[in-house]
């Protein structure tokens, strides 16, 4: 593979990795509810964040 075809598998890795451990963290805080109630925005606002950075990529990188 070509550097920047490495470069964009590591890009793609990252991206994927912090979008499955703020999933995970969603999932963590649902479970607990209703302790953390207060942070339910804040963690899914990142969640979506990271899974819309993700989705932009793969688009990105296939066009």
């Known amino acids: 593979m070509s550097e920047g075809a490495e470069e964009l598998k590591a890009k793609l ?3 994927n990795a912090q ?3 703020l999933k995970m963290d969603l ?5 607990d ?3 953390g109630w ?3 925005m804040e963690v899914a ?3 979506y964040e990271a899974y819309r950075q993700l ?4 688009k990105s990188t296939t066009s």
């Open 19 to 21: 979008a499955t451990a």
């Open 45 to 47: 606002e990142k969640t």
């Open 38 to 40: 207060n942070r339910i």
């Open 33 to 35: 509810l209703p302790t």
């Open 55 to 58: 989705d932009e990529f793969r």
């Open 27 to 31: 999932h963590d805080l649902a479970e």
């Open 13 to 15: 890795k990252k991206l």
